[in-house]
C-alpha cells in the first residue's frame, strides 16, 4: 500500500514546515519526500518493494517514510533510493514540491 497525500488537505497551522501546493494539498518537507518517492515511483512503473530490492533499504523502511511513522526520512536512506532509482540526490529534490517550504526554525 502507498500513502497517497494527493487528495489530503492538512490545515497550515498544524505543521511549522508546511506549504500551499497549487492543487491545494498542504505538505511539509516530510509529506514532500514522501509524495516524490510515490512519483518517481509511478514515474519508473515500479512499487515500493521493487524499489527496496533496487536499493537496498527494506521495504518496511520506505512505507515508514511514506506513512505517519517516520517524521524524519534520513538523507542516507534518500541517498540509497536515489541510488535505487539511478538519479542523484540533487534530482531528487530539484521538483517543485520543494519550492516554498517554510523554514523548521523562525
Avoid at 56 to 69: C, H, N, R
Avoid at 87 to 95: C, L, N
Amino acid at each position: 500500500m502507498i500513502w497517497d497525500i494527493s487528495h489530503t488537505i492538512y490545515p497550515k497551522s498544524v505543521y511549522t514546515n508546511s506549504r500551499l501546493l497549487e492543487d491545494g494539498v498542504s505538505v511539509n518537507a516530510k509529506e514532500a519526500v514522501a509524495k516524490r518517492i510515490q512519483t518517481l515511483c509511478a514515474e519508473r512503473g515500479i512499487t515500493v518493494n521493487a524499489l527496496a530490492n533496487q536499493s537496498g533499504v527494506e521495504p518496511s523502511t520506505i512505507y515508514s517514510m511514506l506513512g505517519a511513522k517516520s517524521q524524519n526520512p534520513g538523507i542516507v536512506t534518500i541517498q540509497k533510493l536515489c541510488d535505487g532509482l539511478d538519479i542523484s540526490v540533487r534530482d531528487f529534490f530539484d521538483d517543485q514540491i520543494f519550492d516554498g517550504l517554510d523554514p523548521v526554525i523562525k
